[in-house]
């Protein structure tokens, strides 16, 4: 690194955050989620003269770990947003949704690669990488189409989330058999148990034992703690504020787990998790609001730089295979998992479900580092994300209008995006 | 980079952060800025066991870039704090204390270190590292003292600001000539011109011309765009949002000065400086808190870890000499600058002008990246800047007492400082 000058990391650094804003800000005007914007900032730069007289040949590694650090972050901040009780609440046809839709893509993705002839374990990671539903695009959705009211909407949302959890779990199987090189029954069963085990413990102790001791401590401690939560910061001065600890917890547990052999980001969400019970002691969303708007467009420029187009034009007829797979596991899974609602709220939450976002794609990044999916194999998650995020507002509005007409759940008449108009 | 597992990364990334956080906590319980906790957290780390358990020689480029990062947006973030419309109106007092209080030490350092046998170069660093009052350390001693509403408060913060573009014009002098390699009196004279019309230029375009042009262009669209600032934020839906925009201007004044052969920092000073024009419209001061926090402590974690005891010992005698030198020459050349307010009002400013910080230590790291300084004159430096830091509020508050008495300027009573009791 000590050949590049500093002037150039700043360069560097510059066009690539002003092109990925840039990117951002074009796909909103248009009413598709800003990060399809930030991937195709990156292939940008990786595809044309950008790479070149950027220099970015260098030295990548700055960029591995920023992008490392935002994708850390981002998912700290999912966490954030799932805290473990909120996920206890939300009734069993949410599950049933989770579930049937993890099984459905995963199985039909892996055994369809498998077909084709490509190894197990790449097959397990176009699996994994077609089961979660991002979070973050679904909720940004259902919010433009002011559908958070409704039923499907609660469902929805509370699926999608457990589906994370669900993710992150065959995420950490995955990566488990994929380092580990397990190829007897015995290791896969091992590697499942430490994955399962490290999520489970740090839910157990993060989200449900410390909250509860810590609610009978300020019960003990005096009676008002819990209705004024304020008196209790101010009352220790020099206790640690909420964005440092939050950091230090985000980075300790996101190492644990890459200790472990999981994904680091494993770790990290379920820090966000055990977070989101704290909320009231150590608030910290607000915060790392301005750390993920730095830090988390990198992430998703290094997903971008990473698709080489050349490479991916072999492989258009299976992109577009496997992104209808997806499409269809995800709404068939999903729409037999609320199914006692009706047709017409089964059709909506099995198409709200479909969009990947991030997450199909931050499996496929572990893959490709971990080199056991090749490069073009990489380009197809990523056109298969980016595909069903662009796809899900258009058929989110269809399957909505067709239930409620042109009037929301409430009665009230419902703007649509702006990329319908 | 590829040789080092992202595991490690992510623990030395705690470790470090922890550790500074930790520090900083520790001082700021004794009431002592939280800076030092976190050079001392560098110097724990680089002289004890931990840098061989933390792999740290494996690759440093990546702290030096976080370093330069959290030391761009530091200084960015201390440009937001002086708009320039401001520093026009701190009167001539302040600005006399400046100008006397920038003279002497940077001309006693400069002449003490040439006598002693070092080169020109190094002796312009030093001189330069003596020159810049910490604006931050300043108003936080003054603030803590209560004093914030008193004459010298006022002065002091003027003068400060001052002091800090005074302290950038001379650190763009000395780069310049340290780069150039100038030794002809017209390569000096050239690098200095460029460096003071980068720095004029930036000033003159950012905070006044462009300024003065949006007030029109305000006027003439609307009469009421002014008054009401947020209705001007809100019709633009898709306009960049202020945090992108800031972050964006920060890094290209900051490339632009490095392309001219200036300090990146000094760059990112004018940027913050200039956005403070505009807090109106694009507020992003507190955006920068979190952002701030994250990354400052890894640019004192990093000036720590230049520092090895081992080779300051030889240094130690000439550390304290310079400290005393720092100490007296902004005392004389301040309480000069104010003798008109009154001697006790002078004692206080020359007094409360005496902490160097951060500023010190910057000019200081530049010139050690550029191999200019050595590593011993590197940890005179930053000696010189913890020390006076470090006594700063003790003299502040005798110096204050002296003139006050045992209450504030308000006639109420004062809370001391922690580290007094």
């Keep these: 690194m000590d050949e590049i000058a500093i002037g150039t990391v700043l360069l560097q650094l510059l066009v690539l955050f002003a092109l990925a804003k840039a990117g951002g800000m074009l796909c909103e005007r248009f009413g598709i989620s800003s990060v399809i914007g930030e991937i195709a900032a990156g292939i940008l730069v990786a595809n044309t003269f950008l790479f070149g007289w950027l220099q970015m040949d260098l030295d990548m590694s700055l960029f591995e770990i920023l992008a490392e650090l935002g994708v850390i972050f981002l998912l700290f901040s999912v966490g954030l947003e799932t805290p473990f009780s909120e996920l206890r609440k939300v009734g069993r046809t949410a599950m049933l949704v989770a579930v049937l839709g993890v099984i459905l893509p995963f199985f039909m993705g892996f055994t369809y690669i498998l077909a084709l002839g490509h190894g197990q374990i790449e097959a ?129 547990l996101s190492f644990a787990a890459s200790y472990v052999g999981l994904a680091a980001i494993i770790g990290a969400f379920l820090a966000g998790m055990v977070f989101a019970e704290f909320r009231d002691r150590w608030p910290c969303h607000e915060d790392f609001h301005p750390i993920n708007e730095f830090l988390v467009p990198f992430f998703f420029l290094f997903v971008g730089m990473s698709v080489i187009i050349a490479s991916f034009v072999e492989v258009i007829v299976l992109a577009v295979v496997i992104t209808v797979m997806a499409v269809f596991t995800k709404y068939i899974g999903c729409s037999l998992g609320s199914l006692k609602l009706g047709r017409g709220s089964a059709n909506i939450i099995g198409v709200g479900m479909i969009p990947r976002g991030e997450v199909g794609i931050i499996v496929a990044t572990i893959g490709l580092s971990m080199a056991v999916i090749s490069p073009s194999m990489f380009s197809v998650v990523v056109f298969m994300s980016m595909a069903t995020t662009i796809i899900a507002p258009f058929l989110l509005t269809w399957a909505f209008r067709r239930k409620y007409g042109e009037c929301g759940p409430s009665g009230e008449p419902v703007e649509r995006p702006g990329a319908i108009g």
Tied chains: 1, 2.
Excluded: H, W, Y
């Excluded at 085990?197 to 410390?210: E, P, R, Y």
């Design 124 to 252: 397990l990671f176009i699996g994994a990488a077609m089961v979660a539903t991002s979070v973050g695009i679904t909720a940004r959705v259902i919010k433009d189409l002011d559908l958070t009211r409704s039923i499907e909407s609660r469902v929805i949302i509370g699926a999608a989330v457990i589906d994370d959890v669900l993710g992150m779990i065959v995420l950490a199987i995955v990566v488990g058999i994929a380092a580990g090189g397990a190829s007897g029954i015995l290791d896969i069963v091992l590697v499942s148990v430490t994955g399962v085990a490290f999520v489970v413990l740090v839910i157990f102790f993060g989200s449900i034992v410390i909250p509860k001791a810590r609610v009978r401590a300020n019960e003990r401690r005096n009676g008002q703690a819990d209705q004024d939560p304020v008196v209790c910061v101010k009352k220790r001065r020099f206790a640690l504020s909420p964005l440092p600890l939050a950091i230090i917890v985000c980075l300790a």
